[in-house]
């Protein structure tokens, strides 16, 4: 009970706190822009060297989201926020992303991620990158690989398909949590 009505009194803080973290890095659209290129980079680099089959899913995909999101979370309930950007396979176009997440469930700790998910099939793809997107997390983990970690997710043939994989990597660590939440990703504009 005493960690309930703690976790209650803290979530209003990691709101706070995350709220400005949703936001993409950089002063300018040619800052941002770079900051994301950076990012995309990096990613794929790491992903593609712990998991060197996403390589070829990517490739004949519908089109692929790269985020980087910050999780704080305290026994009970964690939140989120990141930024990313949905990238359109064939013609390479681009929409950048925002994204805010809550999570139930056990838990505790901080930690940087970055999610890709791989789109299979194109009316989900368009779902998210036409405007505001959500989905539910479940059980995950992530388990440190060198300097980074990956865990897969579900999503693409066979029953239950949702039309996406979900991949994530870390950026240092071990991660466990066991959660359930929402995930809520809005499309937005460089600055200018």
Not at 107 to 128: E, H, N, Q, Y
Not at 168 to 183: E, N
Request: hydrophobic share 40%.
């Amino acid at each position: 009970m005493r960690s309930s009505m703690q976790a209650g009194r803290s979530l209003p803080l990691l709101v706070a706190l995350l709220s400005g973290c949703a936001s993409i890095p950089g002063k300018t659209g040619a800052e941002q822009s770079e900051n994301i290129e950076a990012l995309v980079e990096r990613t794929l680099a790491d992903l593609y060297q712990q998991e060197p089959a996403t390589r070829e899913a990517i490739a004949s995909s519908v089109g692929y989201v790269v985020m980087s999101n910050t999780i704080t979370k305290i026994p009970v309930v964690g939140v989120g926020g990141g930024y990313g950007v949905a990238i359109e396979t064939r013609t390479g176009a681009r929409t950048y992303l925002e994204m805010v997440r809550f999570d139930v469930g056990m838990g505790w700790g901080a930690r940087s991620i970055r999610p890709v998910a791989i789109f299979t099939d194109p009316r989900v793809f368009k779902d998210m990158t036409d405007g505001e997107w959500e989905f539910h997390a479940g059980a995950e983990a992530a388990a440190k690989v060198g300097e980074g970690g990956a865990a897969g997710g579900a999503g693409s043939g066979g029953p239950g398909d949702k039309g996406y994989t979900m991949h994530v990597v870390t950026d240092a660590g071990v991660s466990a949590t066991a959660t359930a939440g929402l995930i809520h990703i809005k499309t937005v504009t460089l600055k200018k």
